[in-house]
């Protein structure tokens, strides 16, 4: 190896060694250091004011259904407002 070689390489590593002592200097920019708030968003809410009275009606009943297995009983169930 040559002379010349030799101080390129030993310089290369000296210029090494002082950019890692010195991070800083290694920067280009500085990095921005705050950060924007997150949004506020409201929570949605479901607010209720009947105006009247107002109760569910059921009815329930089994019902007979044919299946390729056999016939089984199957529950059935409806369901509607009503004003009172």
């Known amino acids: ?3 010349k070689r030799r101080r390129f390489i030993a310089g290369l590593v000296v210029l090494l060694c002082v950019a890692s002592a010195f ?3 290694a920067q280009t920019a500085p990095r921005p250091r705050h950060h924007a708030p997150p949004p506020r ?3 949605p809410y479901i607010e209720i004011r ?3 009275l107002l ?4 009815v329930d009943w089994l019902e007979l259904q044919h299946r390729p297995s056999g016939t089984v009983l199957y529950p ?8 009172g």
Do not use: E, F, G, I
């Open 41 to 43: 968003y409201a929570r």
């Open 55 to 58: 109760y569910r009606r059921c």
């Open 1 to 3: 190896m040559s002379k």
């Open 76 to 83: 059935q169930y409806h369901c509607w407002w009503v004003t």
């Open 50 to 52: 009947p105006r009247r």
């Open 23 to 25: 991070p800083s200097l």
